[in-house]
C-alpha cells in the first residue's frame, strides 16, 4: 500500500482515538425502546430507551435479547424522578420510571438495587465535555423536561443497540 495512505490511516485512526477518549462505551445493549414515531424521540440527539442491559459482547446482546419473553409489549410505563448524572466526561439526564406489570419482569431493576445502582431509567440527553460547564447544561435541559413526571409511556420494541463512539452513531442491530 501507498506510505502517504498509510499514514493517513494512521493519523485518522490516532484522532479518532484521542477524540473517543472520555467518551463512555457502551459495547452492545438490549434496550426497551420508545416508537420512533413518539413526538419525544424527535427533541432527542438518539432513540429514547430504557436500557435493559448495556456492555455485552454481540453474542451476549443476542443471547439475551433471545431469553426475554416478547409477550409483555406493549409495557407501560411510568416517568418518575429526573436525575443527572456524570462518568469520565460523559454526563446524562434520564428518569427514573416504574412500571405496573414489573413483577412478571425477570430482568426489571428498581432503582439502587445491587444490580443497577440507577434501576431503570429513561436517558434524555447526553452530553460530552468538562464537569462544571456540561453538568450545568445538562441540569437546565433536565428541567425543560420535568413536565413529564407522571407521564405514562408506551414501549414497544425491545431490541440491540451497538452503543460505541459518539452517542449520534449509535445503531440498531440487525441479526
Request: glycine fraction near 4%.
Amino acid at each position: 500500500m501507498d506510505p502517504p495512505i498509510l499514514m493517513f490511516r494512521f493519523i485518522f485512526k490516532f484522532y479518532k482515538y484521542i477524540l473517543f477518549i472520555g467518551m463512555r462505551q457502551f459495547k452492545y445493549c438490549v434496550w426497551l425502546k420508545l416508537d420512533e414515531d413518539h413526538p419525544l424521540n424527535k427533541k432527542c440527539d438518539f432513540p429514547l430507551h430504557i436500557t435493559i442491559k448495556s456492555d455485552l459482547e454481540k453474542e451476549e446482546a443476542i443471547e439475551l435479547y433471545k431469553k426475554i419473553d416478547k409477550s409483555i409489549l406493549p409495557l407501560e410505563v411510568e416517568i418518575k424522578e429526573g436525575q443527572d448524572g456524570y462518568h469520565n466526561q460523559f454526563y446524562a439526564y434520564y428518569f427514573l420510571v416504574d412500571t405496573p406489570n414489573k413483577k412478571n419482569i425477570w430482568w426489571w431493576q428498581d432503582p439502587r438495587s445491587d444490580a443497577s445502582p440507577i434501576g431503570m431509567h429513561l436517558s434524555m440527553k447526553y452530553k460530552y465535555g468538562n464537569k462544571k460547564n456540561t453538568l450545568e447544561n445538562i441540569r437546565i435541559s433536565g428541567r425543560n423536561y420535568e413536565k413529564l413526571i407522571g407521564e405514562k409511556l408506551i414501549f414497544n420494541e425491545i431490541c440491540i443497540f451497538h452503543c460505541d463512539e459518539h452517542y449520534k452513531k449509535w445503531y440498531k442491530v440487525h441479526f
